[in-house]
């Protein structure tokens, strides 16, 4: 069982470029979040979405961002007109139906770097 | 609103030291505690969970603990070894929101 994929690992783009970051969950897995990482700083909560639905947006900032996970394919967390202070380091966590409550499984992360 | 804060955030020890990393929180309405190993560039290992009515869990060297009415957790390492370094994080589930809280986490270094 492949764990979480996120592509990709490293994504760089100039000021007001569009950044698309994908997250593959765990086979089974039907829960996705997204966390935002800044440099020596501890992961902020984003966004938790299920199939099709998001069920909780209130770390995504009200501008620019938006994520989306639909019935086929992997989750997307985009952002546009990127700003130098979008760099971060961006996880996705999956998690099953019926887990233990705040058991996630993580990603590598995507490392996004604007110029 | 739930805070979380590692003490310290570095720390630099040789090797085989027993050593402590602590965690602390604001709202004991804390459901559970993990802690988890980042190393540099790289993603994050679940390392121990801690269920809200658990006190600790133990996995090889590691032993975590939850102190909920105190809102503090503590991380201990026996016998550290080089490979022990990276950075530790814990992160408090809370079951109201779905969301885990992160601190800032610890630096570890073990000197050979």
């Known amino acids: 069982n492949a764990g979480v994929m996120q592509n990709p690992r490293h994504l760089v783009r100039r000021r007001g470029q569009e950044a698309r970051l994908r997250c593959s969950p765990m086979k089974g897995h039907s829960h996705v979040y997204w966390y935002r990482q800044l440099p020596e700083e501890g992961l902020k909560f984003m966004v938790y979405?299920?199939?099709?639905?998001?069920?909780?947006e209130s770390g995504m900032p009200k501008e620019r961002f938006s994520a989306e996970f639909p019935k086929e394919g992997p989750s997307i967390l985009r952002i546009q007109q990127v700003v130098r202070g979008d760099s971060a380091a961006y996880f996705c966590?999956?998690?099953?139906?019926?887990?233990?409550?705040?058991?996630?499984?993580f990603g590598p992360g995507t490392r996004l770097t604007v110029t | 609103k739930q805070e979380v804060t590692q003490i310290p955030a570095a720390l630099s020890v040789p090797e085989g030291e027993n050593l402590v990393l602590n965690c602390s929180f604001t709202?004991?309405?804390?459901?559970?505690l993990q802690w988890f190993r980042q190393d540099p560039g790289k993603g994050l290992t679940s390392l121990l969970l801690?269920?809200?009515s658990q006190r600790e869990q133990t996995s090889g060297r590691l032993n975590a603990s939850l102190d909920k009415s105190s809102g503090r957790s503590t991380l201990y390492i026996a016998a550290s070894q080089p490979g022990d370094s990276a950075t530790y994080l814990c992160?408090?589930?809370?079951?109201?929101?779905?969301?885990?809280?992160w601190g800032a986490g610890t630096k570890l270094i073990i000197k050979p």
């Open positions: 709202d004991s309405a804390i459901y559970n």
């Open positions: 801690i269920q809200s």
């Open positions: 966590a999956s998690s099953p139906p019926e887990g233990l409550a705040g058991e996630q499984y």
């Open positions: 979405l299920q199939k099709e639905n998001i069920i909780d």
């Open positions: 992160a408090g589930f809370m079951d109201s929101n779905y969301q885990l809280i």
